[in-house]
């Protein structure tokens, strides 16, 4: 009988290649079509099914033709980005989020402003937002900055206030006040107390410790070189930059902010007047594929981190002689830094701040399973090189690993659990955040070259853009400091940092 | 009337035969020359109040301003289009020129005709070149949906008009508009007169538009071009309602009971569509519902059916027809420049272009109904028919005037005044031919203030 049968399945496999099917069903009307238990074709069904497939596409029919369906007769891709837009964001980091978050809170009607945000990539592989060590500190010594981290720390811990969705869960940043501790030593020591007064003006709540106080407090530190310390106690610490990043991107979304997934290959100056430039449509290439469509715009947020530099070089800021103000470049370019997770049990513990040494190193904890995160600021010879994200472990244990163990003996014995490296979106003129409208291009406005703490400043610096772009100049905080006009004349206005 | 629509015929060999560097100059100049003839339509000398007559076509005090106001508007549509669409090849400023001069036949010969018949097939034919202009040129992805609201809004409302001219020949023998004036009521079974009053009128209720069926306009305004929404605004809309006042000869016994609720839609529609206005960051769309509610009150007007409610109708539509047309002109010459339509990026104008604010002003102050332009005169002649009509509609009509005069002075204000942006700070200075375009619309305006008994129409 098996073998009958299996003389069945010979026939029944080769009715493609001989001309018809009488062959096969010379044998199965005896049996029946599913006399086998399986069905063997591979192509259409055996039986027209009626009800299944033709009904429902009669349905699906009548449904699109329905107001209200979004079916079109033009069969073109649904990613695209739509036509027109009032503001372009390219770049869909925290800061571009963060950005149309806030254009969106400030328009006086709803759908006052149509806003799209470019990110070229979804995943987020290479972007500095997600790959930071997501501190937040006050302690600068230029008053724009504290003012920023001040009120980015005061939205975080409101946050659900601001970025709280009806009927989503509420926003977790996991934001951890365990504060920041600067080492200073006796060089620097000076610079530290000048700092700490600019940064009680203004409302930051930080405290100067000597030795003795720091090894009271903190007795696993080992005070040999630190002159005085400076210790955050409010609004300061680290949280999760992919928590802040969704929630500014769910809220912005529900506003009606539209997400597209392209890159900016290029942009359309439609009116060159003697003073300036107006951009008016934006080319945005779809990603793995030649599409691209033209977006017609009028204004333009490059808040694309640490590749602006290369964005607006490929929109033709720089491509006028270097010593006029229109070929200023936008100087922001990648650098890369690492972050290594280590595990040591007999380490600190949980009232571990975000500590920086004057040498350069630094580390927080992570979690509550006694892993901590490290790292050190290369030095300016060494920087790494910026063509990919291949982590230089080497590094670790040159720099990093001595100057660690140094600080903190506990530290001698740890393993290395991962590691992984990151953009700095790095201001090459003076590491700091840029932001503002472009001199000779009228309608494009920065907001990038944070270079290592414009995650922290995100929430703030949003707001600030959108109030330029929609009031037409500062309205909570007076931002004129971190304009380009600096870059032009040549004015940089360095942190004074002790490392 | 042929020394018209000839020369308007061949202005599309013109726009096919014109060298490129000669195109727009030359059909501008023609257009503007067909203008100057048309005004001779305008002194009316018979007492049968028919001149120009002929088998098929006859101007009358009622059509003669439309007509001159749609002559009028071609050389505006094409001083408007030289600049956007200066970047098309060739071929397609051809078309445009060709869709726009057919787009104006269609129209002479919809508001000239003398039979019914030849006016239904006019009035179906304008939408096809209206079409074709606000989907092919229009701005956006949602244009195809605008064209299709637009189409098919006036279609399923017009057909039901071709059976009731079909039928009216049938009982009367006669579709002439010259002989329907002299019928007495006609008799009709007392249970068709409902069908018969609304299959006559839908069309264009629809048209003008009415409240409830209005979904079209805002759609259709903004997303066409500028040619298109201007021929829009000023004489596409004009078409309803002068398709009402023709037709209402034919309904006469009817009409005073059946137009209760189509008065008090229109009336309510005045209110919503202004408040709507001061809600609104779209500019065109801002001017789009201004136009819903100033056609509100023509349409009450011409429901109520008396002298100086017709009176009232036809000088608010001329003069609805120059404004409305000014204002999505200052509207485009700001979007040439921004690339954005929402008011909140596009303020302090002032500043940057004032000759062009003194234009904005006098437009929206006419758009206000501000004395002594001929807004106010048609405004207020309505008003004073409406409450000869009944006294609550007073209600209605100050309380829109109220709303309109704040809309229209909230657009000035955002346009104009505030804060100048950032990116604002150099645009193109204003042409001169948008100058000319602007002086073009007020000057008629301006003009009509002293001799306004030139768009009076017949009922006075």
């Known amino acids: 009988m098996s073998a009958w049968r299996r003389l069945h399945v010979k026939v029944r496999r080769a009715h493609g290649l001989f001309t018809s099917r009488r062959v096969t069903e010379q044998y199965t009307w005896m049996y029946g079509p599913s006399t086998l238990g399986q069905n063997l074709s591979t192509g259409k069904p055996l039986r027209n099914d009626f009800f299944k497939a033709q009904l429902a596409a009669m349905r699906k029919k009548a449904a699109d033709a329905l107001p209200g369906s979004s079916w079109s007769p033009f069969d073109i891709n649904p990613n695209l980005p739509p036509e027109r837009a009032d503001i372009v964001i390219i770049g869909g980091g925290v800061m571009g989020w963060s950005i149309a978050y806030w254009l969106k809170q400030k328009e006086r009607v709803r759908e006052g402003v149509k806003v799209i945000v470019v990110e070229r990539d979804l995943t987020y592989s290479q972007a500095s937002t997600v790959l930071s060590a997501g501190g937040i500190r006050q302690q600068f010594s230029l008053p724009e900055n504290i003012h920023l981290s001040l009120a980015s720390a005061d939205f975080m811990r409101n946050i659900n206030e601001h970025l709280g969705v009806l009927n989503e869960d509420p926003v977790d940043l996991q934001f951890n006040q365990s504060g920041y501790l600067f080492l200073a030593s006796e060089e620097v020591a000076h610079i530290m107390e000048e700092n700490y007064s600019t940064q009680r003006q203004v409302g930051a709540k930080v405290t ?122 936008v100087p922001v370019e990648p650098r890369k830094r690492y972050i290594y997770v280590v595990h040591c049990p007999d380490g600190p513990g949980l009232d571990t701040p975000f500590l920086i040494d004057y040498s350069g190193m630094y580390f927080r904890r992570e979690g509550l399973g006694g892993n901590y995160i490290t790292g050190a600021s290369p030095k300016e010879a060494d920087e790494p090189d910026t063509s990919n994200l291949e982590v230089d472990h080497q590094f670790f244990e040159d720099s990093v690993w001595p100057r660690l163990a140094y600080r903190v003996p506990a530290f001698e014995k740890l393993k290395v659990t991962s590691a992984w490296a990151g953009f700095y979106d790095y201001n090459t003129f003076d590491q700091n955040g840029i932001i503002g409208d472009h001199p000779v291009i009228n309608n494009m406005y920065f907001a990038t070259g944070f270079s290592g703490h414009g995650l922290q400043q995100s929430p703030a610096a949003g707001r600030a853009v959108a109030e330029l772009i929609l009031d037409g100049n500062f309205k909570t905080l007076d931002m004129r400091g971190l304009g380009f006009r600096r870059i032009m004349a040549q004015e940089p206005i360095l942190e004074r940092n002790i490392l | ?178 002989i329907i004036q002299l019928l007495g009521p006609i008799p009709i079974s007392p249970y068709v007169n409902i069908i018969w009053w609304t299959t006559s009128l839908l069309a264009f209720l629809v048209k003008m538009p009415l409240y409830g069926v209005h979904l079209w306009l805002p759609k259709a305004h903004v997303e066409a071009p500028i040619a298109g929404s201007m021929i829009l605004a000023a004489v596409l809309l004009k078409l309803g309602g002068y398709g009402m006042m023709r037709l209402m000869l034919i309904l006469s016994p009817l009409a005073k009971e059946l137009c209760y609720p189509f008065i008090i839609l229109a009336l309510w529609g005045v209110l919503m569509t202004s408040s709507i206005c001061l809600g609104q960051t779209d500019l065109k769309s801002l001017i789009a519902y201004s136009s819903v509610s100033h056609m509100g009150l023509v349409a009450a007007a011409i429901l109520i059916q008396t002298p100086w409610g017709l009176t009232g109708a036809l000088i608010l539509m001329i003069a609805h027809g120059l404004t409305s047309s000014a204002l999505f002109c200052l509207a485009n010459t700001n979007y040439e420049r921004t690339h954005t339509r929402t008011m909140i990026l596009t303020r302090g104008s002032q500043m940057i272009l004032p000759l062009m604010a003194t234009w904005w002003l006098i437009t929206c102050l006419a758009n206000l109904a501000l004395p002594p332009l001929p807004n106010l005169m048609g405004e207020l002649i309505i008003i004073s028919a409406l409450l000869g009509w009944s006294w609550w509609t007073i209600i209605f009509t100050g309380a829109g005037a109220l709303i309109t005069a704040t809309y229209s002075l909230y657009m000035y204000l955002m346009t104009q005044r505030g804060p100048v942006p950032n990116h604002m700070i150099s645009m193109n200075p204003s042409h001169s031919r948008e100058h000319l375009l602007l002086t073009l619309h007020l000057l008629p305006l301006l003009l009509l203030v002293f001799k306004p008994t030139t768009i009076w129409g017949s009922a006075y």
């Not at chain 1, 300061?236 to 997934?261: H, T, Y």
């Not at chain 2, 505006?76 to 787009?103: E, F, G, K």
């Open chain 2, 1 to 178: 009337m042929l020394k018209i629509l000839i020369p308007t015929l061949l202005l599309i060999p013109t726009s096919w035969l014109a060298k490129a560097k000669w195109l727009w100059p030359t059909t501008l100049l023609h257009s503007f020359i067909i203008t100057l003839f048309s005004l001779a339509w305008l002194k009316n000398t018979t007492e049968t109040n028919w001149s120009t007559l002929n088998p098929y076509m006859a101007t009358d005090p009622l059509s003669s301003p439309l007509l001159t106001l749609t002559c009028c508007l071609l050389p505006l549509m094409i001083l408007a289009s030289q600049n956007h669409l200066a970047q098309d090849p060739l071929v397609r400023q051809r078309i445009y020129i060709t869709l726009l001069v057919t787009l104006q036949l269609s129209l002479i010969m919809a508001f000239a005709a003398t039979e019914l018949t030849m006016f239904y097939v006019m009035f179906e034919t304008s939408l096809i070149p209206t079409l074709i202009l606000i989907t092919r040129w229009g701005n956006q992805m949602e244009r195809l949906n605008a064209g299709t609201y637009f189409l098919f809004y006036t279609l399923a409302s017009s057909l039901p008009l071709l059976i009731t001219l079909l039928a009216f020949q049938n009982k009367t023998g006669t579709l002439s508009l010259l």
């Open chain 1, 208 to 329: 100067l410790l000597s030795p003795t106080q720091l090894k009271e407090k903190f007795p696993w530190i080992n005070t040999d070189g630190v002159a005085l310390a400076s210790y955050g106690l409010e609004n300061e610490g680290w949280f999760d930059p992919w928590s802040l990043l969704n929630a500014f991107r769910r809220k912005a979304m529900s506003m009606g902010v539209i997400q597209c997934c392209g890159e900016v290959t290029g942009a359309v100056a439609c009116s060159v007047v003697h003073d300036g430039i107006t951009a008016c449509v934006e080319q945005v290439q779809m990603p793995k594929g030649l599409e691209y469509q033209m977006v017609e715009c009028a204004i333009v947020v490059n808040a694309a981190g640490a590749f602006s530099g290369k964005l607006a070089e490929m929109l033709g800021i720089s491509s006028n002689p270097k010593d006029t103000i229109a070929g200023t470049p």
